[in-house]
Every structure is written in structure tokens, then in C-alpha cells.
């Protein structure tokens, strides 16, 4: 299975990523993306998404001692309160990539918005 799953994933499509990088190398130089890690990347080349706090605050689960009061717990409600009034978008967005693995939100909302474990 996992011999499968290198094949499908790495080396069928090797000489179609090759080919992608060697275009894309000539438009912005390699050593100049070293720098980037690949969630800074994603920034720069998508940027900055319209990040809806009372959306993603609406669409949120909580777990632990934070599951019987959820939004009304007083550090959820710190938290969404530092979100709102002391975070840029850039500071959202980079938040949001943390949690979940990404930067942008689906058009449909947070609703739709799968964290790193699929869910």
C-alpha cells in the first residue's frame, strides 16, 4: 500500500511537477522562494482572504473542559475578542493556517472548512 501511494502521489506525476517547476523557476529565481516555507508561500501567491470572525466563531467546536460552555466560556470569549478587535487579516489568516492547515476559507463558509484530521 505504501509503495501504491509513492507511486500515485511522487513518481507518476514526476516529469509533470519537473516540468511545472522549470516554468515556474524562470518566473520567480529558486533561491528566492527558499525563504518561504510553504504556508508563507501559499500567502504571497493566493493572499490575504476575507476572514469572517463571526462566521469561523459560529462554526466552531469546542472540546475539553471548553465543551459544556462553548462560546460562553470567559477565555473562548477573550479569545474571540483578542481576534476581533486586535488581529489584522494577515494575523487571521495565519491563525486560521495554523489550525487547519490553510489559509483560505471555502466559498460556502467555515461551515465547509475541513481541519488537518479531514473533519
Given at each position: 500500500l505504501s509503495l501504491q501511494i509513492k507511486?500515485?502521489?511522487?513518481y507518476r506525476i514526476k516529469e509533470q511537477?519537473?516540468?511545472?517547476?522549470l516554468g515556474f523557476y524562470e518566473v520567480i529565481d529558486e533561491p528566492l522562494l527558499s525563504a518561504f516555507d510553504y504556508q508563507e508561500l501559499e500567502l504571497m501567491l493566493c493572499g490575504l482572504p476575507h476572514i469572517s470572525v463571526d462566521d469561523w466563531k459560529n462554526n466552531s467546536e469546542y472540546s475539553g473542559k471548553y465543551e459544556i460552555e462553548g462560546a460562553e466560556h470567559p477565555?473562548?470569549?477573550?479569545?474571540?475578542?483578542?481576534?476581533e478587535e486586535d488581529f489584522d487579516m494577515e494575523q487571521r489568516a495565519r491563525l486560521l493556517q495554523f489550525v487547519t492547515g490553510t489559509s483560505g476559507v471555502p466559498a460556502s463558509g467555515f461551515a465547509h472548512l475541513q481541519g488537518n484530521d479531514g473533519n
Open positions: 507511486y500515485r502521489l511522487l511537477i519537473k516540468v511545472f517547476l477565555n473562548v470569549k477573550y479569545f474571540w475578542e483578542v481576534i
